[in-house]
């Protein structure tokens, strides 16, 4: 039976592609020149004991590589995952998917996934499919995703959805995109989509308005739209005592900036990185009810260090597609009946009546 295709598109890569000259992103939010080395290393664990080696970098995010190669036919979609313009760059990677899932013949399952921005690409291929495609989707798991629904977390996706920045909150979290228009936090989600979110995710754990959020939605809604005369107006908001500079600085050099999170990652080996709750999903479980993670903890010198006493959300999310997709490759494989023909030849030997000499003899002549 054929692999099943898994389309997955990773977080942002690049703060920008200018002139052909990418700027690389990692896990800590530091630009790089394209194809920099880096010497963080982190290992991710998989779902049957192996570890995956990840340098942080959104594009060699190793989530797929957790996932069953006898069933999936794991498609990684190249498209531009960056910051600015980070509409057109949604755009685009909404589009690839769509056309790799319309060519597939008529019937034929798959499933998505996404991180990040590549988690608000696949909402959009959600919004874009037709209906008899959507019939075909097995399931989809998103991480960290500026587009989630208010409070939605799915079948997997944990107990708590709590807003970022409103200490002991449970309920009242979405995504940090704008509520609606072309972009909005997504408003139909099925019962297969998975959501995953985490304390202090800037993306996609942001309550109601208020001062700070309100700013936050707009530079957020700027970026998306690429209307120039909503950029001037918001870049003079971020000059120093505008409307938008609390937010920007808030968000920036607070919660993204300065948030370190000390695990224990698959290899056991202590790490620490920064981006808050936005890059716990490979290391984390998805939190408790009322925010906290199923965990245990080891201190070296003087840092408390947490280590996952269950499944993280990477490990989660990879169980649960392998799950949805075993019905469908494990199904007996039945030939169809053949017709009854009649046979124009006969099983049975007839021996020849007729003794004829051969033209060679096995004699020897001298």
């Not at 991180?115 to 399931?139: C, F, H, I, K, P």
Request: charged share 10%; hydrophobic share 40%; proline share 8%.
């Amino acid at each position: 039976m054929s692999l099943i295709p898994f389309y997955y598109c990773h977080g942002t890569a690049y703060m920008f592609r200018w002139f052909g000259v990418p700027l690389d992103i990692d896990i800590n939010f530091a630009i790089n020149a394209a194809g920099a080395s880096t010497t963080k290393w982190y290992e991710v664990a998989g779902v049957n004991g192996e570890t995956y080696g990840w340098n942080g970098f959104p594009g060699t995010d190793p989530f797929p590589d957790l996932l069953d190669k006898t069933i999936w036919n794991i498609r990684r979609i190249n498209y531009p995952a960056a910051f600015f313009p980070i509409g057109l760059s949604i755009n685009f990677g909404r589009d690839a998917v769509l056309a790799e899932i319309n060519n597939l013949p008529a019937g034929t399952r798959f499933a998505l996934g996404g991180y990040s921005q590549g988690a608000a690409v696949m909402t959009g291929v959600w919004n874009e499919l037709s209906a008899a495609r959507r019939a075909d989707m097995l399931g989809a798991v998103m991480f960290g995703n500026p587009r989630r629904k208010v409070n939605y977390r799915g079948p997997i996706g944990g107990t708590w959805s709590g807003q970022m920045g409103v200490p002991g909150s449970t309920t009242g979290g979405g995504g940090s995109f704008p509520t609606s228009g072309p972009f909005g936090l997504m408003t139909d989600p099925p019962a297969t989509w998975v959501e995953f979110s985490a304390p202090n995710d800037v993306f996609t754990s942001v309550g109601p308005s208020n001062a700070l959020t309100a700013g936050w939605r707009t530079l957020q809604d700027t970026l998306l739209d690429q209307d120039l005369g909503e950029l001037a107006a918001t870049l003079i908001g971020l000059l120093p005592g505008g409307s938008l500079a609390a937010s920007l600085e808030y968000y920036f050099t607070g919660p993204l900036g300065t948030a370190t999170n000390y695990l224990v990652d698959g290899a056991n080996a202590l790490v620490g990185y920064d981006g808050a709750g936005h890059t716990t999903y490979p290391f984390l479980p998805p939190p408790n009810a009322d925010g906290s993670f199923t965990t245990t903890s080891v201190v070296s010198s003087g840092q408390t260090y947490l280590k996952p006493a269950a499944d993280t959300c990477y490990q989660l999310a990879a169980k649960y597609l392998n799950g949805l997709a075993s019905g469908f490759t494990t199904e007996p494989v039945v030939m169809p009946e053949q017709p009854a023909i009649e046979p124009s030849w006969s099983p049975t030997l007839t021996v020849a009546s007729t003794v004829q000499t051969a033209a060679w003899s096995t004699t020897l002549v001298a």
